[in-house]
């Protein structure tokens, strides 16, 4: 319905509901209004049945007659008292637009309702007033014109109504669901609440999780697409923290992070991503908080080392965690271990030959191979190597790995004040 009009009986009125509500009270007899009142539960009857056969499968529940019932007391009452609808009446005649807004019917279904029922409260009043005496079918049929322009009314009065109920709707669930994953990755709820809060938003409660961290190439996590999320499945739950955007995803029994890879590789190459950390398994929603760390360090660690389009979790980098939880320590021990190698005539050849020899379990024929170079070229190379390493340190030593893999790493993150900087 539209905004409340003077009731009167000029054809030129500007408003359609007064312009239809003023001829029915030119048109029909007092006696008849009041047989007309008298017969409202069969009107609405008529005209739920008709609105249920034109909706079928739309969700409408069984207070749908009364809610049309409601609506016809209020016009007939405005036309018998010659009064314009008071903004209560209004409000209820709009609140059929709310009601399908909380239902989540389509725009074309509230369409279809208000035609449907306005036509068919057209028919079915015209099959009951034909019935009592003083019936003047030809006055009634001059309300045809006006019917047609107060369906159009309604209908627009309706889907307004209905796309400001639904945005309403749409924005409390929105305001709700990040106040729940704010819960859930903060930890700052119990998991019996956590899962209480998901009864309530209807999100699907899983006993694991894992954790889905992605960076852009800027080192944020501009929001990702919709799709992204939702490609997730339901019980997925998102949110931006720390300039990633994280995404705990329901896991199965078994721990398997093969769903979790693929929607992190789909970060990357469907939805502009630069990295994607992965942290996890974790049991229930209350732990989801320790996942979500693990997920954003590993992140920031590939995006430091600038392993782009790369998505690793973060029992996979645990060397390269430990070693870059400290750059200065890091540097101090590549400095004690391979300092002397470092500052060598040929450093880089010495340093890829120790790497391949320890890739080659210690050797000297595969280490040959591997670099193409003959034997006694490998056996000089280490045998210098040992010397600059010191009579303490072995080749193999876990001293010596763990620096090689601290100089790789430290040989990929960019200068300290650069990355500081960031």
Known sequence: MIGPGRLGSSPASSDPVSDLLGRVAEVLPAELLASL????????????????????????????????????????????????????????????????????????????????SAIAGWEA?????????????????????????????????????????SARLQEERRSLMLGFASAVFTGSAMEAELRRQARVLGVTVADRYAVCAALGAEGDGAPAPVQWELSAGPGAVGID???ARLLAVPIGEDGSLTRVRRLARDAIELFGFDVAGIGGPVDGLADVPRAAAEAISTAQLLHRVRRHATVAAFDELLAEHILLGDRRLAERLVEAVLGR????????????????????????????????????????????????????????SP???????????LERLPPEGEERGR
């Open 37 to 116: 009142s008298g017969r409202l539960p069969e009107l609405a009857r008529a005209m739920a049945t008709a609105v249920r056969r034109e909706m079928t499968g739309a969700g409408l529940g069984e207070d749908l007659e009364a809610s049309i019932l409601d609506q016809l007391a209020i016009a007939i009452a405005a036309v018998r008292e010659r009064r314009p609808l008071t903004a209560d009446e209004l409000d209820r005649l709009r609140g059929v637009g709310r009601e399908m807004a909380r239902r989540q019917l389509a725009v074309a279904d509230v369409l279809t309702f208000t035609h449907a």
């Open 125 to 165: 009043a015209r099959a009951v007033l034909s019935t009592q005496p003083g019936f003047d079918a030809a006055g009634l049929a001059e309300l045809a014109g006006p019917l047609m322009r107060f369906v159009e009314a309604t209908s627009v009065e309706v889907a307004a109504t209905y796309a400001a109920e």
């Open 241 to 243: 923290r720390e300039r």
């Open 341 to 396: 190698v470092l500052r060598a005539r040929s450093a880089e050849e010495l340093l890829r030959t120790l790497e391949v020899h320890l890739q080659c379990e210690a050797s000297v024929a595969r280490t040959a191979s591997a670099l193409g170079v003959h034997r006694h070229t490998v056996e000089y190379r280490l045998e210098r190597l040992r010397d600059l390493l010191g009579e303490k340190i072995s080749l193999a």
């Open 399 to 409: 001293a010596v790995v763990l620096a090689l893999a601290g100089h790789n790493l």
